[in-house]
Each structure stands twice: as C-alpha cells, then as structure tokens.
C-alpha cells in the first residue's frame, strides 16, 4: 500500500510551458492539499479540496489550477509556468477536517522552471 | 492569517543532548500540531495538543503547550543523528476546510 504519491518526483520545464503535477492517495481520504515550500516562507497551501468536485483556494493560488473528479487524485496544473513558481510541491492528504487530524504528506515534486 | 513562527531558525547539538524548539502563534487555536522533516522527504506528523492540554509526551519527545502566551515548545531528549531534520508547527488556517498553516521550521542538526 503506497499511501500517497507524487509524480513525477523532478521536473525541468521552460517558461511559459503547462505543466502538472500528480497526486494519488489509496487511503480515500476525502481532503487533500497542495503546499509549495520555499526557503524563507515555508510550506504555503496552494489550493485544498474537501471531496470530489469540491476546491478551494489556499494562500498562494494565482497560477495554478487543480480538479478532482476521482476522490483519489488531486492534480495540479501550473497553465504556464514563470520561474517564480520554482519550488518543492508537496501533496497532503487527512481524513477529516481541521487541526485535530493530522496531514500525510507525499514525497514531494521538485520544480524548476528555466 | 494566523501562523506559527518557530525559533530558532536553525539549532545544532550533539548526539546525547537536549533539543528544544519552540512556535508561537498569533491567535487562540483548538490544536497544535508538531512535524518532523528529514531532508528531501516530505512531512512526518509527531504529535497533537490540543488546546485543554498542556504537555504531553511521546516516546522522546516532549511537547508543552501555554495559551496564555501563545506559545509552544517541542523537546527531544537524548537526541540521536537520526533526529537531524526540520522541525514545524502547525495551526489552523481560518479557512472551513480544515486546512492547517505551518511555521517556517527550526532546522536541528545533531552531532554524532
């Protein structure tokens, strides 16, 4: 049982290019979360979902577009990448709401855009 | 939005010794809630206190928690090499959907 997942693991693109990042959990967790951490502000959450067909914007959305139709994958699109977006993409998944349940967190995807 | 700032930055021991790390926040929180990063992997749930509670343990590890000065520490006992990591605390986020905001971390190494 893999848990959660994140593919691919490293990725180069160029500027200007779509590019998306993926998350699959077996665990059928209903919310999952996408972060982005960068040296100096931490993890920021970029965008959450509650269930399937249900999103949110987190703090940091500008950019990057996510949709989830399966419960179990949480996909996240950066329509064209600026190198500000340079960074390391972690997906995290809980089973219920709120700060009495804790994350699991996925491996990580590490950015660049050139 | 609230969130915890961790200090120190950055804490460097040796392999036997007291770690102590701490987070304060900016406004009443239910839970805090402590991770463990090791380099290049992703974020490892230690522990939870709730906001009632205000110490508890783990194996070595040692977490108080004060409401009155919005305040958090974590201590790990005896550290081992292993223990080397990045160490953040989370609260909640003022979103609905039970989203959490993380500090910046405190980055310990510990010397063998």
């Known amino acids: 049982d893999a848990g959660i997942t994140q593919s691919p693991r490293y990725k180069i693109t160029e500027t200007g290019r779509q590019v998306t990042l993926m998350c699959h959990q077996t665990w059928s967790h209903s919310y999952m979360f996408w972060y982005r951490q960068d040296l100096g502000h931490g993890l920021r959450l970029i965008y959450y979902s509650a269930a399937a067909d249900i999103t949110d914007k987190g703090e940091v959305p500008d950019g990057y577009v996510v949709s989830r139709s399966k419960t179990e994958n949480f996909p996240l699109t950066l329509e064209s990448a600026t190198r500000s977006q340079t960074s390391v993409y972690f997906c995290a998944t809980a089973g219920y709401p709120g700060s009495s349940y804790e994350q699991y967190f996925g491996p990580g995807t590490r950015l660049t855009v050139t | 939005s609230q969130q915890g700032e961790e200090d120190p930055q950055a804490l460097s021991i040796q392999e036997g010794e007291n770690a102590t790390m701490n987070c304060s926040y900016k406004t009443s929180i239910n839970n805090l809630q402590w991770y463990r990063q090791n380099s290049g992997r992703g974020l490892v749930h230690l522990i939870l206190i709730r906001s009632n509670e205000r110490e508890k343990h783990s194996g070595r590890l040692r977490v108080t928690l004060d409401t009155s000065k919005k305040s958090s520490s974590l201590l790990i006992t005896a550290s081992r090499a292993a223990d080397t990591a990045s160490y953040f605390c989370?609260?909640?986020?003022?979103?609905?959907?039970?989203?959490?905001?993380f500090g910046k971390g405190t980055k310990l190494s510990v010397k063998p």
């Open positions: 989370a609260t909640e986020g003022g979103g609905s959907q039970g989203n959490l905001i």
